[in-house]
């Protein structure tokens, strides 16, 4: 292995110590104390390997180590340092300590790189502080605008741009940390699986092909409150009868789409909701995933169909109310192919597989090829103090970029 499972653990537990929550999981929001601490450390770091440390006007972290072609676009690896409250160790910087170990094997093994690497750790990804989520990759990417940085408060009462200034920030130059697409040739994130699948299943890691879309509406049904003794069932327009009735379906509309298309019911809204009324009026919301836009769309027509369908036969009527609409990312076939190759050159087992959550890869892949590598979550754990990933695997997820990265960036 090129990388060293001591320097690995050694990271992972150093920047867990940059916590506002000791005893309860680890607090680090953006512009903090923990911020802070963790941000000196990487710091640090890489400073110790020589690299062109430096932050960018949104505050997210790189190291550069240029490569023998001084023209040529940069290769970005890493992930965000930012956590939720009372989360784990391993949310974002599992990504971090792949960006720092891989700069550190390319300083110790002396490869030279025509292509220049840069490590990144990016800020308030989670939007753990601000409600800004991947906010580094959004403001590389050009989508982060100063008036953003006003609205964007912490609960209390802090803006972003206040937030900014007193962490030495200026937050009317947030438009500098745009990336141009032409400057850059690739990302590459790793981060946890969230999910129990990898350690289900026995496998070292998994190569991510789409992260999904996702389509979020609301649902209204109006139908009449009446009292629920002197009612007759036929006479009656039960809401919740026909919300009931449409949801128990929505299951079967998702596995009928394929492609591992899902779709949820999280909130349900009964009213009046009192035990002896029949139900006037039901709200819930409908969220439907996928990482093919054509499975979305026949899930969306179902739905439609079906709430037609029941409102007739219940006498009540509906409204639907969007919410969300994201639309599936692909991550880079290339990059997939690499990483692919390297893993089975280095004897590890690896799944293609679907990311059902965002990350800052989403984004990076608006203006650069990019690649999302997964390693396992014990118990799909994530976002508690529980979260855990094997030191072993994290390293193993770690040694398959290393390869891919000095295959890319066309190490002499
Ligand atoms: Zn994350």
């Given at each position: 292995m090129?990388?060293s499972?001591?320097?690995i653990r050694k990271?992972?537990?150093?920047?867990s110590a940059?916590?506002?929550?000791?005893?309860e999981?680890?607090?680090r929001f953006?512009?903090?104390?923990?911020?802070r601490?963790?941000?000196e450390?990487?710091?640090?770091?890489?400073?110790?390997l020589?690299l062109?440390v430096?932050?960018?006007?949104?505050?997210?972290?790189?190291?550069r180590m240029?490569?023998?072609d001084?023209d040529?676009?940069?290769?970005?690896?890493?992930s965000?340092f930012?956590?939720?409250?009372?989360?784990g160790?391993?949310?974002g910087p599992?990504g971090v300590v792949?960006?720092l170990?891989?700069?550190?094997v390319l300083?110790?093994k002396k490869?030279?790189t025509k292509y220049?690497?840069?490590f990144?750790?990016?800020?308030?990804?989670?939007?753990g502080?601000?409600g800004a989520?991947v906010?580094?990759s959004?403001?590389m990417?050009?989508k982060?605008?100063?008036e953003?940085l006003k609205k964007n408060?912490?609960?209390d009462?802090?803006?972003?741009?206040?937030?900014?200034e007193?962490f030495?920030?200026d937050?009317h130059?947030?438009d500098?940390?745009?990336r141009k697409?032409?400057d850059?040739?690739a990302?590459?994130?790793?981060?946890?699986e969230?999910g129990?699948?990898?350690e289900?299943?026995n496998?070292d890691f998994g190569l991510v092909?789409?992260?999904?879309?996702?389509?979020?509406?609301r649902?209204k049904?109006i139908g009449r409150p009446?009292?629920?003794?002197?009612?007759?069932?036929l006479l009656?327009k039960d809401?919740?009868g026909a919300?009931?009735e449409?949801i128990?379906?929505?299951?079967?509309?998702?596995?009928?789409?394929g492609?591992?298309?899902?779709?949820?019911?999280?909130?349900?809204d009964v009213?009046?909701?009192?035990?002896?009324i029949?139900?006037g009026?039901v709200?819930f919301?409908?969220?439907?995933?996928?990482?093919?836009?054509?499975?979305?769309?026949?899930?969306?027509?179902?739905v439609?169909?079906?709430l037609k369908?029941v409102?007739q036969?219940r006498?009540?009527?509906?409204?639907?109310?969007?919410?969300?609409?994201?639309?599936?990312?692909?991550?880079?076939?290339?990059i997939l192919?690499?990483?692919?190759?390297n893993a089975?050159?280095?004897?590890?087992?690896h799944?293609?597989m679907?990311?059902?959550a965002?990350h800052d890869?989403?984004?990076?892949?608006?203006i650069?090829?990019?690649g999302?590598?997964?390693?396992?979550?014990?118990?799909g754990r994530s976002?508690c103090?529980?979260?855990w990933t094997?030191?072993e695997d994290l390293?193993k997820?770690?040694?398959?970029?290393?390869?891919?990265i000095?295959e890319?960036?066309?190490a002499e």
């Amino acid at each position: 292995m090129h990388t060293s499972l001591d320097r690995i653990r050694k990271d992972i537990e150093a920047l867990s110590a940059f916590n506002s929550s000791p005893g309860e999981g680890l607090t680090r929001f953006s512009l903090t104390k923990a911020d802070r601490g963790a941000r000196e450390y990487l710091r640090g770091e890489l400073d110790e390997l020589g690299l062109k440390v430096y932050e960018d006007s949104a505050g997210s972290i790189f190291g550069r180590m240029e490569g023998t072609d001084s023209d040529a676009p940069v290769i970005m690896i890493g992930s965000h340092f930012d956590s939720v409250k009372n989360g784990g160790n391993f949310d974002g910087p599992a990504g971090v300590v792949m960006g720092l170990e891989i700069m550190r094997v390319l300083k110790e093994k002396k490869i030279k790189t025509k292509y220049p690497i840069e490590f990144v750790g990016m800020i308030e990804e989670e939007g753990g502080r601000f409600g800004a989520g991947v906010f580094g990759s959004r403001s590389m990417a050009g989508k982060v605008k100063y008036e953003d940085l006003k609205k964007n408060k912490d609960k209390d009462g802090i803006s972003m741009a206040e937030a900014f200034e007193a962490f030495g920030f200026d937050p009317h130059k947030i438009d500098e940390s745009a990336r141009k697409s032409e400057d850059l040739k690739a990302f590459i994130e790793l981060h946890i699986e969230q999910g129990p699948v990898l350690e289900r299943e026995n496998t070292d890691f998994g190569l991510v092909d789409f992260i999904v879309g996702i389509s979020e509406f609301r649902v209204k049904m109006i139908g009449r409150p009446d009292h629920a003794g002197t009612t007759p069932m036929l006479l009656r327009k039960d809401a919740l009868g026909a919300a009931s009735e449409f949801i128990s379906e929505l299951g079967n509309y998702a596995v009928e789409a394929g492609q591992g298309t899902v779709a949820t019911v999280g909130v349900l809204d009964v009213r009046p909701g009192a035990a002896n009324i029949v139900p006037g009026e039901v709200e819930f919301t409908v969220d439907i995933r996928s990482k093919k836009i054509g499975c979305m769309d026949a899930v969306r027509s179902a739905v439609e169909e079906k709430l037609k369908e029941v409102s007739q036969k219940r006498g009540v009527s509906f409204e639907i109310e969007d919410l969300l609409k994201v639309d599936p990312v692909t991550m880079d076939t290339e990059i997939l192919s690499l990483l692919k190759k390297n893993a089975l050159k280095e004897g590890f087992s690896h799944k293609v597989m679907t990311s059902g959550a965002g990350h800052d890869a989403m984004i990076m892949a608006e203006i650069t090829p990019t690649g999302l590598v997964f390693v396992p979550s014990r118990d799909g754990r994530s976002h508690c103090p529980e979260e855990w990933t094997d030191y072993e695997d994290l390293q193993k997820g770690i040694e398959v970029i290393c390869h891919t990265i000095i295959e890319l960036g066309e190490a002499e």
